[in-house]
């Protein structure tokens, strides 16, 4: 865990310590009144681009597809980076837009002031790699924090926990891949710098999965092991000269936008992934999705196969709150 999380977490878990046992706690659990159900948390990294609309995508679904005897429960959301909380919030505040995005801890204490005290949080992270790692360390502290009020979190799972599920998204995609007539493909995830992270293993399962259902199908990462240099090598000795890109993240973002597909060059003379493959003599595409009458990069968060798996393992966690 890096230290400005761990130096972040201790801040922010001093602080509620300072608020949780400020009074008297037993006299403030016997006038409260609790709530019955249980809270639902979404945890996301979140984005300060247009590809927000992701979120209102999985949200919508959300509310739709739960059974029915839990759709009345109550729906928040929480931002795990801090950075992009701070450039997000500004911006709504300079538009005149009262929303505003909130950390874990800040949304988890809320809703332990409003009565809750059962909770689940699922985290929309797509590898169990350092930010889902931070979830369960913020979780696992605020349980802490809140322990004398009987607070209960249980949390949800990322999306390629089970090798079942990396099959099935790998099936999912198959609609959006050209044939090997066609071109090849190029999934382009985030991927992680360092080498102990555990999610490099799902990284290279997902790349040897991936290249026997699909074998004009290659996995690149902005960083780590299943790198650009090794995806793009493969993409160029393609006979059909096109290449589509298929963003494998949970939210087509500014890495889709300007990593991949950016049609100019960095200041450094470095090219985008889709600069690159046209230099090469390629045509360049990426998958698309319309929503609302608007054009967006379709990150995983858009397929409702993808989205029914995170909200399958929300209910999962619900029905244990019943016993």
């Known amino acids: 865990m890096s230290t400005r999380y761990t130096l972040f977490t201790v801040a922010s878990l001093t602080l509620f310590m300072l608020f949780a046992f400020t009074g008297n706690v037993f006299a403030m659990l016997k006038t409260m009144t609790l709530k019955k ?122 999306l390629l926990q089970y090798w079942w599920d990396l099959d099935e998204v790998a099936d999912v995609l198959k609609a959006d891949l050209l044939t090997p007539q066609e071109g090849c493909n190029v999934l382009a995830s985030h991927g992680t710098g360092e080498t102990a992270v555990g999610s490099n293993i799902t990284y290279l399962g997902l790349e040897r999965v991936m290249s026997l259902k699909y074998d004009n199908t290659f996995l690149g990462s902005v960083e780590g092991i299943t790198s650009r240099e090794s995806a793009l090598a493969k993409a160029k000795a393609c006979k059909a000269k096109k290449v589509k890109f298929i963003p494998f993240m949970y939210v087509a973002g500014d890495h889709i936008m300007n990593d991949i597909m950016g049609s100019e060059p960095e200041d450094d003379g470095e090219l985008s992934w889709s600069l690159e493959m046209q230099k090469a003599g390629f045509k360049t595409e990426a998958t698309t999705i319309v929503y609302k009458g608007k054009e967006y990069f379709k990150g995983l968060g858009f397929y409702p196969e993808v989205n029914r798996i995170y909200i399958k393992g929300i209910v999962r966690l619900l029905k244990k709150f019943e016993f």
């Not at 739960?66 to 450039?87: G, H, M």
């Not at 059962?118 to 930010?131: A, N, R, S, T, Y």
């Open 37 to 158: 159900d249980p809270a639902i948390v979404i945890a996301a990294f979140g984005t300060t681009t247009r590809a927000q609309a992701t979120y209102d995508f999985f949200d919508e679904q959300l509310k739709k597809e739960l059974p029915a005897k839990y759709r009345n429960y109550e729906i928040r959301w929480a931002f795990t980076s801090e950075i992009v909380r701070e450039r997000a919030n500004k911006k709504f505040e300079k538009a005149g837009i009262k929303k505003r995005y909130r950390s874990l801890a800040q949304v988890v204490s809320d809703l332990e002031d409003e009565g809750y005290r059962k909770i689940v949080v699922q985290p929309l992270h797509i590898f169990p790699g350092i930010e889902y790692e931070s979830v369960l360390g913020m979780v696992e502290g605020l349980r802490e924090v809140f322990k004398d009020f009987n607070l209960r979190i249980k949390v949800g799972e990322p």
